[in-house]
C-alpha cells in the first residue's frame, strides 16, 4: 500500500506561508543594525581549512602502511603532495599481486615460493605491512621463524592487525614462549575487530595463558568472532551457551551457533547437530550432517549414521546423500 509521507493538497489540512514581502528601508536599517549587534561568522575560503599536503610523508606513508588498493588509491587523489609520497605502497600493491599470483599459481603461473617471497619482501621493503605479513607467512612455513617474526613485529608496530594476530600466536609457538606478549598483540588485533586474533584471545583466557583464567572474559570474545563469521568461535560459543559457563545459559542460542558452524564446515558442530536432529525425529537432515561429519574425519558419526540410514526408505537414503553430495558451506571468516 502507498504511503504519504507528506500532506496532499487535497487533504483537509492545508499549509500556509508567511508573506514575503519586501522591506522598506526603514525596516532593511532596522535588521542590519542587529545584525551588527549580534555579530555574524566570517566566511571560510578554502584555504583556511587544514593542508593535509604539509602532512610529514614519514608519517603518511605509516598511516597508510597497511591500506589495501583500493584506499591507497583513494587516498593519492587527495592532492599531488600524497600522490607523490604513496607511490612507494603503490608499487607494494602491484608486487603484492604478483606474489600472490605465484604463491597460489593463479593468473597464467606456476606455483613458486621462491619467487613469491621475493615479491612479497619488495613490497615489504617499500613500506606495505600487507607484504611484510605474506612474506612471514612463508618463513614460517619454511621454519624460519625469527625472519618471520621481524615482519611481523614490523607490522605489528604499524598497525596491521593481521600482523598483531601473527605475532601473537607465533609467540604462543616460539620456543621460548612468551604468554604475556602473545595476549598483549592478541588483545590489540581484537579491539580492532580481527576475528581470528579474538578467537586465540579467547583461548588464552580460557586456559590462564599468560593472563588469570577468566570464561566470562573468554565467552565474551568467542561470541564476538561468531559474529564476524569465525567458525571455531560459533562451535566455542554453542559450547558456552550449552552449559552455562560464561554466558547464560540458552538452549537456544546453543543450537543456533551450532546449527551456523555445522552450515560453515566445522566437522564437530555437523556431528552435534545431526545428532540433535536425530534426537528430534528429523532423520534425513540428520542423515545429511552425519554423513558430512563422516567425510571429514569424525568416525563416531558413521554409526549413528548407519543406524538412521536402516530406519529410512531406499529413495529417502539416496536423497538424503544426494543432499550430501550437493552440500557447500557457507562463507566464513575461517
Same mark, same amino acid.
Given at each position: 500500500m502507498k504511503q504519504k509521507t507528506w500532506p496532499d493538497r487535497s487533504d483537509g489540512v492545508r499549509f500556509t506561508a508567511f508573506p514575503l514581502s519586501k522591506p522598506n528601508d526603514n525596516e532593511e536599517?532596522?535588521?542590519l543594525s542587529r545584525r551588527s549587534k549580534i555579530g555574524s561568522k566570517p566566511s571560510l575560503s578554502p584555504t583556511d581549512g587544514p593542508d593535509f599536503s604539509a602532512l610529514p610523508f614519514d608519517i603518511l606513508?605509516?598511516?597508510a602502511a597497511s591500506f589495501n588498493f583500493p584506499n591507497l588509491l583513494a587516498a593519492s587523489l587527495v592532492c599531488r603532495s600524497w600522490?607523490?609520497?604513496?607511490?612507494p605502497l603503490r608499487e607494494a600493491m602491484m608486487l603484492l599481486r604478483y606474489g600472490k599470483r605465484f604463491k597460489h599459481g593463479r593468473g597464467g603461473v606456476r606455483r613458486n615460493l621462491d619467487k613469491a617471497?621475493?615479491?612479497f619482501l619488495k613490497g615489504a621493503a617499500r613500506g606495505s605491512t600487507l607484504a611484510m605479513v605474506d612474506a612471514g607467512l612463508i618463513y614460517w612455513e619454511r621454519g624460519l621463524k625469527e625472519e618471520a617474526i621481524a615482519l611481523y613485529q614490523k607490522a605489528a608496530a604499524l598497525g596491521d592487525p593481521a600482523g598483531q594476530c601473527n605475532l601473537g600466536i607465533?609467540?604462543? /609457538?616460539?620456543?621460548?614462549?612468551? /604468554?604475556k606478549e602473545a595476549v598483549k598483540w592478541l588483545h590489540q588485533a581484537?579491539?580492532?575487530g580481527y576475528t581470528r586474533a579474538q578467537y586465540q584471545l579467547a583461548l588464552c583466557l580460557h586456559q590462564g595463558l599468560g593472563v588469570h583464567r577468566n570464561l566470562y572474559e573468554a565467552a565474551k570474545w568467542y561470541l564476538k568472532a561468531a559474529e564476524g563469521g569465525y567458525v571455531r568461535a560459533m562451535y566455542n560459543a554453542s559450547l558456552c551457551y550449552s552449559s552455562g559457563v560464561g554466558l547464560s545459559q540458552s538452549r537456544r542460542q546453543a543450537r543456533k551457533w551450532m546449527r551456523r558452524a555445522a552450515d560453515r564446515g566445522h566437522s564437530k558442530a555437523q556431528f552435534e547437530h545431526g545428532?540433535?536432529?536425530?534426537? &528430534?525425529? &528429523?532423520m534425513m537432515k540428520a542423515v545429511v550432517y552425519l554423513e558430512l561429519a563422516t567425510r571429514s574425519g569424525e568416525t563416531a558419526a558413521t554409526h549413528v549414521k548407519n543406524v538412521i540410514l536402516q530406519q529410512l526408505s531406499a529413495t529417502s537414503r539416496e536423497r538424503a546423500l544426494l543432499l550430501a553430495d550437493n552440500w557447500r558451506a557457507l562463507p566464513s571468516s575461517r
Open positions: 536599517n532596522i535588521i606513508t605509516k598511516i600522490r607523490d609520497a604513496l607511490r617471497l621475493d615479491s607465533s609467540y604462543l /609457538h616460539a620456543q621460548p614462549q612468551n /604468554h581484537s579491539i580492532g545428532l540433535a536432529l536425530f534426537s &528430534e525425529g &528429523e
